[in-house]
T-cell receptor
Framework: DAGVIQSPRHEVTEMGQEVTLRCKPI?????LFWYRQTMMRGLELLIY????????DSGMPEDRFSAKMPNASFSTLKIQPSEPRDSAVYFC????????????FGPGTRLLVL | AQTVTQSQPEMSVQEAETVTLSCTYD???????LFWYKQPPSRQMILVIRQEAYKQQNATENRFSVNFQKAAKSFSLKISDSQLGDAAMYFC?????????FGDGTTLTVKP
């Protein structure tokens, strides 16, 4: 079975540009999570969805960040405009809600904003 | 809010020896799950082991086992017969009602 798929794996952009990160959860999973990992702040939960509905976005840093899940197979995390402090590794994870609560992570997107 | 504390930023172990990584957490919940994830240099987060809080028996996965002390809110990971491939950062995670809180991680070095 395919795991969580994220694209792109690496992204280098300039400050002010729009960045879109993509995630395809494991088939059949109904919860999806976006995390950000930095040296300073560790692994932070940005937002999570249950059945395509955003449940908790309290971790989204500011209005420049937005996330959507138009269907069960796809989610995006968008940063507009991007800033150097957004440089981090962004992980997507999925889970089968009602199960053992195990989250399975994608390989991450390493974002560098110059 | 839940907090997870990993008090050992770095640990080292000799190949084939045993090492224990510490994790404590703070919660008022009674029903939750605990996890250890491994993050090698590739940055991939890999599930190592999980423990349901309602189970008294400690989880075991091959060379990996946990010591779960619910009253003490402690959840340590023991790695037996350490291998070079075990070198990574290890994260402890607390999960309740769908949300997870992660510790800051412990970097494990394995010496040949």
């Amino acid at each position: 079975d395919a795991g969580v798929i994220q694209s792109p794996r690496h992204e280098v952009t300039e400050m002010g540009q729009e960045v879109t990160l993509r995630c395809k959860p494991i088939s059949g999973h109904n919860s999806l999570f976006w995390y950000r990992q930095t040296m300073m702040r560790g692994l932070e939960l940005l937002i999570y969805f249950n059945n395509n509905v955003p449940i908790d976005d309290s971790g989204m840093p500011e209005d420049r960040f937005s996330a959507k899940m138009p269907n069960a197979s796809f989610s995006t995390l968008k940063i507009q405009p991007s800033e150097p402090r957004d440089s981090a590794v962004y992980f997507c994870a999925s889970r089968l809600a009602g199960g053992v609560e195990t989250q399975y992570f994608g390989p991450g997107t390493r974002l560098l904003v110059l | 809010a839940q907090t997870v504390t990993q008090s050992q930023p770095e640990m080292s172990v000799q190949e084939a020896e045993t090492v224990t990584l510490s994790c404590t957490y703070d919660t008022s919940e009674s029903d939750y799950y605990l996890f250890w994830y491994k993050q090698p240099p590739s940055r991939q987060m890999i599930l190592v082991i999980r423990q349901e809080a309602y189970k008294q028996q400690n989880a075991t996965e091959n060379r990996f086992s946990v010591n779960f002390q619910k009253a003490a809110k402690s959840f340590s990971l023991k790695i037996s017969d350490s291998q070079l491939g075990d070198a990574a950062m290890y994260f402890c995670a607390f999960t309740n009602a769908g949300k997870s809180t992660f510790g800051d991680g412990t970097t494990l070095t394995v010496k040949p």
